[in-house]
């Protein structure tokens, strides 16, 4: 169905990537500019938790004036085996657009595609481009355009760092992965993109001189039962004032959240003057606001 999604950052061009970052950030000084999604709604679908992204989504609705529809997984047909495609036709005759947080990226797609409202994608196993555009929007505030900055990804190549991926080449920053061997990024999608996405050895030499240093948890949802295994095999992975030392000296620090204290940030970093954790998370509001005002209007 012809509609317009945002399953990846792929959905924008770069133009609209930065547009959606200034909007952004003009919406979070001046709320009153923004568009009214009066009598509009916006469903949530959510298969796995969520503080942040569904919080945010909550706000913005309640904020342009529209509603935003939980429906957690077990509470819909959709746990009891009603078929995605089924779902997405049905939602699309009642509500406005539609965010899915789920496991497999395909059910986004499939969705999406018997959709005619706009989908967003909430996080999947292989993305989470929300996050990026409060991830930018929270870089520029602080510190301005990040086009030629060096951006190091320190973990696990997982959702997040595929959308740093993506964003590296929408925005033309330097990202270098560090990552335990067997937890590197997607190998084609580093492909897609090697004129922007290094990998590095050590967490040391992805952050040397850059500007932004980012992390993520060792297990992400899903991944609960690898959690042993995966401490040991992250060690020496944390970010930490020590790691930061190697980085420019006014490098930020971002982790989407929640964190793990102790694992792959110290607790000393996270509340330190480099790290804008905080501002991140606000920033998911301020960006899905200017999100869900694009796509409604599109
Ligand atoms: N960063 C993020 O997406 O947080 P939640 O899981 O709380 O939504
Ligand atoms: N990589 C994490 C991000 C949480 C916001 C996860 O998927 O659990």
Redesign the pocket.
């Known amino acids: 169905m012809s509609c317009r999604h945002f399953l990846t950052l792929q959905d924008l061009t770069a133009s609209e990537f930065e547009a959606l970052i200034h909007r952004a950030i003009e919406l979070k000084r001046s709320p009153e500019l923004a568009s009214r999604a009066d009598g509009r709604t916006l469903g949530l679908i959510f298969e ?1 938790s969520s503080t942040r992204t569904r919080v945010a989504f909550e706000v913005a609705m309640n904020q342009l004036g529209g509603n935003a529809l939980f429906l957690s997984s077990n509470d819909s047909q959709l746990g009891r085996g009603e078929p995605v495609e089924d779902t997405a036709r049905v939602l699309s005759r009642m509500v406005d657009c539609v965010a899915i947080r789920t496991f497999d990226h395909a059910m986004l797609v499939n969705f999406a595609a018997h959709s005619s409202v706009p989908v967003i994608n909430a ?1 999947t ?1 292989d993305y ?1 481009p929300c ?1 990026l555009l409060a991830d930018m929007q929270t870089f520029v505030e602080h510190r301005g355009s990040i086009r030629g900055k060096r951006v190091a990804w320190i973990g ?1 190549g ?3 760092c595929h959308s740093y991926i993506n964003a590296a080449a929408l925005l033309g920053f330097e990202l270098a992965v560090a990552s335990p061997a067997g937890f590197e990024p997607n190998a084609d999608l580093v492909a897609a993109h090697s004129a922007r996405v290094q990998l590095s050895a050590t967490p040391q030499e992805a952050v040397a001189g850059a500007s932004l240093v980012v992390t ?2 060792w297990a ?2 899903g991944q609960e039962e690898e959690q042993t295994e995966r401490l040991k095999r992250f060690e020496g992975f944390q970010v930490n004032a020590e790691l930061m030392a190697h980085a420019a000296a006014d490098a930020l620090f971002m982790h ?3 964190a793990h204290r102790g694992e792959e940030v110290s607790a000393e970093l996270l509340d330190d003057t480099a790290s804008v954790v905080w501002d991140e998370a606000e920033n998911r509001m301020h960006s899905q606001k200017a999100l869900i005002e694009l796509l409604l209007n599109s």
């Open positions: 796995k996080l196993d989470h996050q696990d997982n959702n997040m993520d948890v992400s949802m989407c959240l929640p």
